[in-house]
């Protein structure tokens, strides 16, 4: 027979530390993401449904925390279990300031979730036509200073 389905209480331990570190980039809170990380939580934790705080930061536009995870050098092109990237979040809720940042740190405008569908899918499925101009401006951005856009 197989391991027993169960969690240790070290494994609940870091699965609520992991939800509180999505909870405080939902919520736009840097102190607390700041504490989780000197308690040893990994800015790439995922939850149970894959997301990770650069998803959360992302899906609500918190353009200070996606910096800082960015600048902390997090995986860019994470996906869920539905294999979307922080970039099909932002695009879906019109959060272009962090659509430009996502791109210029290199996330994959060309990326498939479960549903086939890219992030420019998402934005305009949603009339997020905003997002359209800045996937542009962003990609024009990096060609111009020679890097490639995927």
Known sequence: MGAPAFQTSED??????IDALLEASRFDDIDDIM???NSGVSLD???SQGRTALHMASANGHVDIVKYLIGQRVE??????????ALHWACLNGHTEVVKILIE???????LNSHERTPVDEAVSNGKMEVLDAINEAATQLELSGATVS
């Open 12 to 17: 609940e331990a870091m699965a609520e530390q």
């Open 35 to 37: 504490s989780l990380v």
């Open 45 to 47: 934790s995922k939850d």
């Open 76 to 85: 860019v092109n994470a996906c869920n279990v539905e294999n979307n990237i």
């Open 105 to 111: 740190a290199g996330a994959n405008i060309s990326a």
